[in-house]
């Protein structure tokens, strides 16, 4: 038996998100700093970290960052510019439009790496030609209410751009480049971290009106004229060759850490890494699972905990404030219905469910207890729900991103 679930889950949580902290593990994946000229550039809400770690590990070095708003950290040489996320804004627009000159005129000797971790898809932002800022944010507002998958969603805004979909690696060619991404993404798939800047692209301006009609995203006309004049850059392209995409810290990884934590008090069951769908479902689902797992429990037994991660969605009908995770909770405690034995934790591991500066909740006994619950589901407010009953999970910019983690913890009857 455990004695405090609460803090059990939230030690766990707070442990995966430690493994991904650029300062524990980038230093390992960077070469000796090269000779002549180095120019380091990146996007995302842990990239301020990891040019941290890269001036720790080479001193002071000449480049650009762009992260979310108070994500910035203290840089010698690399400049760390903030911006909006997750819809862009004028300043994520400038800076883009400062890397791209900073990347003008490199030559093959010049070498340029590139941090990428989740959140770049708004965070380096240059709408494709024809498009204003105004009509980019109002494609990515509707995007993150439409339900659909991250893949979907950044294969449109790939089309969308000038430096997603492999642009960015093509803006310093011939210089050499290594980019150095923390995944987000369910699969682990290089192309769709931050929309993949620095990787090509087999998608379609087709495919990517084929997410407009599936997802019933609402598209400016001018955002479907963009489509047409699309840049992203296929894989063999020739400009890409000097490129090397490496993803040196995964979702996989936090999980390993937690539940190789978690073993020594309970039985661990991974359900794994790349999970994907409606928040409510896949909570109703691991409900259904924690609830039989119960009902076969007897006094004296070992707990078990359900471990998974990945990257679920909300198709956002209601007015609320919420967010996938603390959706999850939600539905997930409608469907537990109080159980006595079942507590769980779902926070994304930057620190941020959905667009609120709150990472998720957490879920016991007596959350059903504070009342409208089921009101706050149907109108998309898990985050209104979870602050009035005072289990939110609140933990400031973790400078890291390695998409979400979910812990449902069964205990034994009394």
Known sequence: MIPDPAAFLRQLFDRAVEVADPMRSLAGFLPEKPKGRVLVIGAGKASARMAEAVEAAWGPCEGLVITRYGYGRPCRGIEIVEAAHPVPDAAGVAATARMLALLRGLEEGDFVLALISGGASALLCAPAEGLTLAEKQQVNAALLASG??????????????????????????????????????????????????????????????????????????????????????????????????????????????????????????????RLEGEAREVAAGQAAMALALAGGMRPGDRPVLLLSGGELTVTRTGDGVGGPNAEFCLALALALRGHPQVHALACDTDGVDGAAEVAGALVGPATLSTPGAAGSLARNDAHGFFARAGTQVVTGPTLTNVNDFRAILIQPPV
């Open 148 to 273: 659909a998958p991250i893949s979907a969603m950044n294969t449109l805004r790939k089309h969308l751009s000038r430096v997603k979909g492999g642009q960015l690696a093509v803006a310093a060619w011939p210089a050499r480049m290594l980019a150095l991404m923390i995944s987000d993404v369910p699969g682990d798939d290089p192309a769709l971290i931050g929309s993949g800047p620095t990787v090509g692209d087999a998608t379609t301006p087709q495919d990517a009106a084929a997410v407009l009609d599936r997802w019933h995203v609402p598209l400016p006309e001018a955002a479907r004229a963009a489509l047409a004049r699309s840049g992203v850059v296929a894989p063999d392209d020739p400009r890409l060759a000097r490129t090397r995409n490496v993803i040196y810290a995964a979702p996989a990884q936090s999980l390993a850490a937690a539940a190789d934590l978690a073993r020594a008090s309970c039985e661990v069951r991974l359900l794994g890494d």
